[in-house]
């Protein structure tokens, strides 16, 4: 999937890299809001792409001396995760500090503020928020101090009895500092009676549904947990004599460390002085690995449940070409995203793969507008045309995924503009019909064009010749023989976790289905 198109900071920068990033860190934010006004007022405009929202990722690392600067490098490869805020706690085995900001990693530290985080023992977090507010408030680790000591938690994943385990505890008498799923989990370990911190985890996780890859970091310990569907990826890894745990192996890969094994579902891992100790406390379930990481979300240098994600990503090309073939002159992929599988489409089709569209990689979140005349501009400050390539050409457009259509479109209108002669969009997944409720950001239901339009209507509404999407069986087998293995909710809505359909968090689940029923 092409990442979102959202534009160009033009002009107007933030009141200094250090101080904004100071003032952010104190929490004091009527300075960054006035900042967030005048921006918007100097006609601050964002593209909101034809894509799922990425989720968050995380990273920990035990047992190496600079473990707050090995968590920036591991956070910097996993950014692609999440770009609303970025956080470290570590460790020097007598406490736990803790930092955490608004923005991107690079933007968030600098070598001063990891400076402040010594010891050997760290874990980080990058947000995208799919629960919760986008606000410092939420930004994760989440660091408490509790009758078992201090902990800091950082949740991938999406908790879905949160609500009700929250009103409980708030009735309960407990007082929230942030509107995250996640810290209910803390609120849970922190009234655990249990006589142990990896007892008192296993008595709070216990209590939570949904998708979750949690670390968890005490003075001494770092602690990986896993839901038993294994929703979201996690992996082990060895840096000499450190252990490392992250989202993804790109994370590995930078540091220079060598993966192991994935945490696996429903594994509790818990790394210390006395090295690993695993246990599986949950009861199992049926696994539901998300099929999403390969198709979109993970980088495809990176391994995710044991599969290289590009091998995966090339495949789900091959085998579309082979279920969706067209005659065509060339293969174009929708940058970054679509370029995999665009390679798997022309190895197999036999059709030149060519780059017709560029993708500027310097474009922020968000850019101020010149001039509202330039049409479809926000595509245009993200992808430009190669005409000299599409010009009288027949052109199969790769991209990964179509959620609302409105920028496929649009980038099927600047193919066309700049002289395609028939313009062919073939998706690497199936339609997208259905949100998702385990840690990616969905529109509703009526908003996603598969779940509202024929196929027909969609070449129609994209202003395609033709539109072909990947059969449900065509990405099962791209993934190999444990297709079973993997939730595809969002193509089929059935869903493998029960929502408590009496609780608030149903209802408001099932708001943002437009009060459809849900398959469980
Ligand atoms: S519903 Fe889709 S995006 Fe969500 S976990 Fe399942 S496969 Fe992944």
Do not use: W
Not at 21 to 34: E, H, L
Not at 186 to 215: M, P, T
Request: net charge neutral; aromatic share 8%.
């Amino acid at each position: 999937m092409s990442d979102e198109v959202t534009g160009l900071r033009l002009g107007l920068r933030p009141p200094s890299g250090r101080l904004e990033t100071k003032i952010r860190r104190s929490g004091f934010a009527p300075v960054t809001r006035r900042f967030e006004a005048k921006r918007r007022d100097r006609g601050r405009d964002e593209v909101t792409m034809d894509k799922f929202k990425d989720e968050c990722g995380v990273f920990g690392i035990f047992g190496h001396p600079e473990a707050a600067n090995m968590t920036y490098l591991g956070l910097y490869a996993l950014q692609h995760r999440g770009q609303e805020s970025a956080g470290i706690a570590a460790s020097d085995s007598r406490q736990i500090r803790i930092s955490k900001a608004m923005g991107y990693v690079a933007e968030t530290f600098d070598s001063d503020e990891l400076s402040r985080l010594p010891g050997a023992l760290a874990i980080g977090h990058v947000r995208y928020s799919t629960a919760g507010e986008s606000k410092l408030s939420n930004a994760q680790p989440i660091l408490i101090d509790c009758a078992h000591g201090q902990i800091a938690i950082c949740h991938n994943g999406n908790l879905v009895n949160a609500g009700e385990l929250r009103d409980e505890l708030v009735h309960q008498g407990s007082i929230f500092q942030s509107s995250s799923d996640t810290e209910v989990v803390l609120h849970l370990y922190a009234r655990s009676k249990a006589g142990s911190i990896e007892d008192a985890v296993v008595e709070s996780v216990s209590q939570v549904q949904g998708a979750f890859s949690f670390l968890m970091l005490s003075k001494d310990r770092l602690i990986a947990v896993r839901d038993p569907h294994g929703f979201r990826p996690l992996a082990l890894g060895r840096l000499d004599s450190a252990y490392v745990v992250c989202s993804e192996t790109c994370a590995m890969d930078l540091i220079g460390a060598t993966y192991i094994r994935d945490v696996e579902p429903g594994e509790v891992l818990v790394v210390s002085a006395d090295g690993l100790r695993s246990f599986k406390p949950f009861p199992s379930a049926p696994l539901a690995h998300c099929v999403f990481e390969h198709v979109y979300f993970a980088r495809p240098d990176s391994y995710v449940y044991g599969k290289s994600v590009n091998e995966v990503r090339t495949n789900l090309g091959r085998i579309l070409a082979r279920e969706q073939p067209v005659d065509a002159d060339v293969v174009v992929p929708v940058p970054d995203s679509g370029v995999c599988a665009a390679m798997g489409f022309a190895e197999e089709s036999g059709i030149p793969l060519r780059m017709g569209l560029i993708r500027n990689h310097y474009v922020g979140r968000t850019f101020i507008q010149p001039q509202s005349s330039i049409r479809h501009f926000g595509v245009k400050v993200k992808l430009n045309p190669v005409r000299s390539i599409l010009d009288g050409r027949r052109v199969i457009l790769v991209d990964d995924s179509i959620v609302r259509g409105t920028t496929s479109r649009k980038i099927v209108r600047m193919v066309r503009a700049a002289g395609a002669k028939e313009v062919h969009v073939r998706i690497s997944c199936p339609p997208t019909i259905s949100p998702c409720f385990y840690g990616i950001d969905t529109p509703s239901r009526s908003e996603l064009i598969a779940a509202t339009h024929t196929i027909d209507e969609i070449a129609g509404f994209l202003d395609a010749d033709t539109v072909a999407y990947l059969s449900l069986d065509g990405l099962l087998s791209a993934v190999g023989d444990e297709r079973q293995n993997y939730c595809s909710s969002c193509y089929t809505g059935q869903y493998p976790v029960e929502f408590p359909r009496d609780q608030k968090s149903y209802l408001q689940l099932a708001l943002k289905l437009d009060k459809e029923p849900v398959t469980n």
